[in-house]
């Protein structure tokens, strides 16, 4: 390690200690805790949006009713959103205790849980956001060959709202996305510290 607190690793890659180190962390955890707020409320209202949405159109005396819970991919969707939600809100609550105490993830198992975690929310949140999406292009487009109609004809009101869900839906998966590569990145920077401190670097 040089005087400035820089050293330099067998990649030729500067590595930064001391000072910046906490300076990079302090800004991790502080993007950390935005993102898993917005995620968490973008979760929340997309499930809300797509739980709430209902349209009624009567056809003769017959009334037909569209919810949420006529396609099965909608019904995952919300179910995810509502599970994301919940896991972000928990997350957060960790990530708020843990910048109060003014400490950092140092151990390795809970590291490793919260990069399962992400994990696991990113890819159900992106399963069901795109299942939902498929069965909503569906609802659009119709399927001439199969002879399934345009259900958005019909159901306009509905459609939109679901539209809307899913948008923000596509949102939450993106940012699940981005917090699993900054989860990751806690839980791997664990690993250099070894090197670091064994004076490797």
Same mark, same amino acid.
């Given at each position: 390690?040089?005087?400035?607190?820089?050293? +330099?690793?067998?990649?030729?890659?500067? /590595?930064?200690?001391?000072?910046?180190?906490? /300076?990079?962390?302090?800004? +991790?955890?502080?993007? &950390? $805790?935005?993102?898993?707020? +917005? @995620?968490?409320?973008?979760?929340?209202?997309?499930?809300?949006?797509? =739980?709430? %949405?209902?349209? $009624?159109? &009567?056809?003769?005396?017959?009334?037909?009713?569209?919810?949420?819970?006529? @396609?099965?991919? !909608?019904?995952? @969707? +919300?179910?995810?959103?509502?599970? $994301?939600?919940?896991?972000?809100?928990?997350? /957060? *609550?960790?990530?708020?205790?843990?910048?109060?105490?003014?400490?950092? /993830?140092?151990? #390795?198992?809970?590291?490793?849980?919260?990069?399962?975690? %992400?994990?696991?929310?990113?890819? !159900?949140?992106?399963?069901?956001?795109?299942?939902?999406?498929?069965?909503?292009?569906?609802?659009?487009? =119709?399927?001439? &060959?199969?002879?399934?109609?345009?259900?958005?004809?019909?159901?306009? #009101?509905?459609?939109?709202?679901?539209? &809307?869900?899913?948008?923000?839906?596509?949102? *939450?998966? !993106?940012? @699940?996305?981005? !917090?699993?590569?900054?989860?990751?990145?806690?839980?791997?920077?664990?690993?250099?510290?070894? #090197?670091?401190?064994?004076?490797?670097?």
């Amino acid at each position: 390690m040089s005087y400035l607190g820089v050293g +330099v690793s067998p990649g030729n890659v500067a /590595v930064y200690h001391g000072r910046k180190l906490n /300076v990079i962390d302090r800004r +991790v955890r502080i993007a &950390e $805790v935005v993102l898993r707020c +917005v @995620m968490c409320g973008f979760a929340i209202l997309a499930a809300l949006l797509v =739980g709430t %949405d209902t349209q $009624v159109k &009567e056809i003769f005396t017959i009334r037909k009713e569209a919810k949420f819970t006529s @396609m099965k991919a !909608l019904i995952m @969707m +919300v179910a995810v959103n509502g599970l $994301v939600g919940a896991y972000s809100m928990g997350q /957060v *609550v960790r990530c708020v205790v843990s910048m109060i105490r003014g400490n950092v /993830v140092f151990n #390795k198992p809970l590291a490793w849980a919260i990069f399962s975690g %992400d994990q696991v929310m990113a890819y !159900l949140s992106l399963a069901a956001t795109a299942a939902a999406a498929q069965s909503a292009a569906l609802a659009k487009l =119709g399927q001439t &060959e199969l002879q399934w109609m345009k259900i958005c004809d019909m159901y306009g #009101k509905f459609c939109n709202q679901i539209g &809307e869900g899913i948008a923000i839906a596509v949102l *939450v998966s !993106l940012s @699940m996305i981005l !917090l699993s590569a900054i989860s990751a990145f806690s839980l791997f920077r664990l690993y250099g510290q070894n #090197k670091i401190k064994s004076g490797r670097c």
